[in-house]
């Protein structure tokens, strides 16, 4: 994680629900999942196998994901790094109580998210890594029960899910290395090496809203949801140096 002056950025996080081009089909599939199984809250996220970064989507509400990804909990969420190593469905139920389960689901339940649920690894061709992950608020007894009603489903589902993604748009512009015009690629470096909006126009010589008009063209292109998040994945690509 790079940091800038007060700021942490994560960069290899990716909410394709969030981009310009994300399909309106695969949005919704989540949530119809979610209804059809009588479940709390479906969640897909898959590991980019060119650069390791992760991309995915989810019914959870805003406040749960902009914690998520502020905490950088990616890197640490159990039911994620299990789903890796394993190619049967992940109980959370049987996830080891350590640290890092403690610190994510101790978070998460402040948000109303339980730590009863599924994770359903997919494995794909080409060394892709995909995970659908379910909870429910259910009893255990209730849980137990639609947990071996809907399993078997899941599982066809998982699979779905993940062939979607990986043939999908927005991951294909994911993979790719954005077109940054030099302007653009020089605001950045200069934001990298801890410059403000003020300090670049007045080093470029060029006005406050010009160089907001590349920051913003720049976080288009690199699907970004903020500036920090736009430098840190233009450093990831090698596009400019941590300052």
Do not use: C
Not at 2 to 8: A, D, I, R, T
Not at 57 to 75: I, L, N, P, Q, S
Request: glycine letters at 8%; proline letters at 4%; charged letters at 25%.
């Amino acid at each position: 994680m790079h940091k800038l002056p007060g700021v942490y950025l994560d960069y290899d996080l990716f909410d394709l629900g969030a981009l310009p081009d994300a399909s309106e089909d695969f949005v919704g599939f989540l949530f119809n999942i979610r209804e059809k199984f009588g479940l709390d809250d479906v969640a897909y996220a898959g590991m980019n196998p060119i650069n390791g970064s992760v991309f995915g989507h989810v019914t959870y509400g805003d406040a749960w994901k902009m914690h998520y990804v502020e905490h950088g909990f990616h890197r640490i969420d159990p039911t994620l790094q299990k789903a890796r190593r394993s190619i049967a469905p992940v109980d959370w139920s049987r996830l080891e109580r350590d640290q890092d389960f403690r610190r994510v689901f101790d978070d998460a339940r402040d948000f109303g998210i339980h730590d009863q649920g599924l994770t359903i690894p997919v494995r794909g061709p080409y060394g892709d890594i995909g995970g659908l992950s379910v909870t429910s608020s259910l009893s255990r007894t209730e849980w137990n029960k639609l947990k071996s009603d809907v399993i078997v489903g899941l599982q066809s589902v998982a699979v779905h899910v993940h062939d979607m993604v990986i043939r999908s748009d927005s991951l294909s512009n994911l993979l790719k290395t954005p077109n940054l015009s030099q302007r653009e690629i020089e605001v950045l470096q200069w934001i990298s090496a801890g410059k403000s909006q003020q300090d670049i126009a007045d080093i470029l010589t060029i006005s406050n809203r010009t160089v907001e008009v590349h920051l913003r063209s720049a976080r288009h292109k690199l699907y970004a949801l903020t500036t920090a998040q736009a430098v840190g994945r233009a450093i990831s690509m090698g596009l400019i140096y941590p300052g």
